[in-house]
């Protein structure tokens, strides 16, 4: 995954309910959630497999349509979901599911040489991380922990 999850929409609430989130968030919390994450490229030396733009519906619906691309299932590991902590504390205040929610400017991408693919990235300062592998079958699993969960289709 390249870029935050959850940042365009947590962008977005925060603007929309700066006046309850006021009440709850230090003024340097809500001014670095109003702002606009950037709206990332894969530079073309990135070795890929097939890529999704994430948008509407979050990094769980851009895992679907990936999924769906490559007729594959998944194990991504929630923790390794690159999050910014103003946007999961306005998704918490809010009520919203911050994997659910607009991640407009991030990718998805996969390929057979992640940390080739990671290396570039980090060269190109582009915020990035393993979040899972994929694998046979159609089964998308989703772990926390030890907790694990199936995604269906959003």
Do not use: H
Request: aromatic fraction near 6%.
């Amino acid at each position: 995954m390249a870029g935050y999850a959850g940042r365009a929409g947590a962008s977005s609430l925060a603007r929309s309910s700066a006046d309850v989130l006021k009440r709850e968030l230090p003024e340097g919390v809500l001014s670095a959630a109003k702002k606009m994450g950037p709206y990332l490229q894969i530079p073309d030396s990135v070795p890929l497999l097939a890529r999704e733009r994430l948008g509407k519906g979050g990094v769980l619906r851009g895992l679907w349509i990936l999924g769906e691309k490559l007729q594959c299932g998944f194990d991504v590991d929630l923790r390794s979901i690159l999050l910014k902590q103003e946007d999961v504390e306005v998704c918490e205040l809010l009520g919203a599911d911050i994997y659910r929610i607009d991640a407009s400017g991030g990718w998805l991408v996969a390929s057979g040489k992640a940390e080739d693919a990671l290396r570039i990235f980090r060269k190109e300062n582009i915020p990035a991380s393993v979040i899972g592998i994929c694998r046979a079958g159609l089964q998308r699993q989703l772990r926390l922990g030890d907790d694990i969960r199936f995604l269906e289709e959003p």
